[in-house]
């Protein structure tokens, strides 16, 4: 588990990261939100121990991270721009990630190089961005470190690839617990892959919550009441963060579950309605502007 309080990190005038405290659980995907110049980078370094915080404290598995070799055995950090050594082939790079990571897997990762087409001896410096993307995140995974951080990893993959990292992150959290911490800016890419998401907003966090309990706990319902007297009775007592209309159309987003709200609805004279699944975007929407943000304006997916 890595358990992050009060985390605060200042260049010159600017506060990169402003008192952030999030608990990231063991075998969970964990999302990392935010728009570029949210702290998402800065984060992910002070976690991976790149970076010493000014203030607050970064726990691995109960462990101090800065200038820990054992705790920073336990991680692989991914950057948004990854680095390789000049004039370097996959192969030297396995090598070196080799001489560094004890579990490092030889076997597997020249496997993965031929299921993702890349080719060992070809220098990096020629590969396309989305190719070096490929060969980093195939060097973490290899590594086989309890914790992946990465930072706009999919960022540059093409939806096929995008699907085969993802897959593989399923594959390693099923055999050996993998726990991947994964920062981007765009909801819609890690929807189908996070358990907890957290929302970074001018380097602090705006949210962070179990994606399962805020699926569970926010409905989108449409209805047409036979009368506005049984939409009064429908809606007392229910928390309404968004209503939209359209004619006689209503649209509700309630904070409830969605055998609360069905029961709820069955008692009162509709001449239709059904409960609607959210999007992870929809949610965000609706948890954001309750306290006073409007998520469109700071990411745009």
Same mark, same amino acid.
């Given at each position: $588990?890595?358990?992050?309080?009060?985390?605060?990190?200042?260049?010159?005038? &600017?506060?990169?990261?402003?008192?952030?405290?999030?608990? &990231?659980?063991?075998?969970?995907?964990?999302?990392?939100?935010?728009? +570029?110049?949210?702290?998402?980078? *800065?984060?992910?370094?002070?976690?991976?121990?790149?970076?010493?915080?000014?203030?607050?404290?970064?726990?691995?598995?109960?462990?101090?991270?800065?200038? +820990?070799?054992?705790?920073?055995?336990?991680?692989?950090?991914?950057?948004?721009?990854?680095?390789?050594?000049?004039?370097?082939?996959?192969?030297?790079?396995? %090598?070196?990630?080799?001489?560094?990571?004890?579990?490092?897997?030889?076997?597997?990762?020249? @496997?993965?190089?031929?299921?993702? +087409? =890349?080719?060992?001896?070809?220098?990096?410096? *020629?590969?396309?961005?989305? $190719?070096?993307?490929?060969?980093?995140? =195939?060097?973490?995974?290899?590594?086989? *470190?309890?914790?992946?951080?990465?930072?706009?990893?999919?960022?540059?993959?093409?939806?096929?690839?995008?699907?085969?990292?993802?897959? &593989?992150?399923?594959?390693?959290?099923?055999?050996?617990?993998?726990?991947?911490?994964?920062?981007?800016?765009?909801?819609?890419?890690?929807?189908?892959?996070?358990?907890?998401?957290?929302?970074?907003?001018?380097?602090?966090?705006?949210?962070?919550?179990?994606?399962?309990?805020?699926?569970?706990? &926010?409905?989108?319902? @449409?209805?047409?009441?036979?009368?506005?007297?049984?939409?009064? %009775?429908?809606? +007392?007592?229910?928390?309404?963060?968004?209503?939209? @209309?359209?004619?006689?159309?209503?649209?509700?987003?309630?904070?409830?579950?969605?055998?609360?709200?069905?029961?709820?609805?069955?008692?009162?004279? *509709?001449?239709?309605?059904?409960?609607?699944?959210?999007? =992870?975007?929809?949610?965000?929407?609706?948890?954001?502007?309750?306290?006073?943000?409007?998520?469109?304006?700071?990411?745009?997916?």
């Amino acid at each position: $588990m890595i358990e992050i309080h009060n985390l605060t990190k200042t260049y010159e005038q &600017i506060k990169a990261v402003d008192d952030v405290s999030v608990t &990231i659980k063991d075998n969970t995907v964990f999302g990392l939100i935010g728009t +570029n110049g949210a702290g998402k980078s *800065t984060v992910l370094r002070m976690i991976s121990g790149v970076l010493k915080p000014d203030s607050g404290s970064i726990a691995v598995d109960g462990m101090p991270v800065y200038d +820990n070799v054992e705790a920073k055995k336990k991680m692989f950090f991914i950057a948004d721009e990854p680095y390789f050594f000049a004039n370097a082939n996959a192969q030297g790079m396995e %090598k070196y990630y080799s001489s560094i990571y004890e579990g490092f897997d030889r076997e597997e990762f020249y @496997q993965y190089l031929e299921s993702f +087409n =890349l080719d060992k001896s070809r220098k990096i410096n *020629t590969y396309s961005k989305g $190719m070096k993307k490929q060969l980093a995140f =195939l060097l973490g995974i290899c590594s086989k *470190t309890k914790y992946l951080l990465c930072d706009e990893t999919m960022d540059g993959l093409d939806p096929v690839m995008r699907q085969g990292v993802k897959s &593989i992150f399923a594959k390693e959290m099923d055999e050996r617990g993998l726990t991947p911490v994964v920062a981007s800016h765009n909801l819609r890419e890690l929807e189908d892959i996070c358990d907890h998401v957290g929302l970074l907003h001018k380097g602090g966090v705006l949210l962070s919550k179990d994606l399962e309990d805020m699926k569970c706990n &926010i409905q989108k319902v @449409q209805c047409v009441f036979a009368t506005v007297e049984e939409e009064l %009775k429908a809606l +007392n007592g229910l928390e309404v963060l968004k209503k939209e @209309q359209r004619g006689s159309l209503c649209t509700y987003t309630v904070r409830s579950t969605r055998e609360e709200v069905t029961a709820r609805f069955a008692t009162v004279d *509709t001449v239709f309605y059904e409960v609607l699944p959210l999007s =992870l975007e929809e949610i965000f929407i609706s948890e954001t502007e309750v306290v006073g943000y409007d998520i469109k304006k700071l990411i745009l997916g």
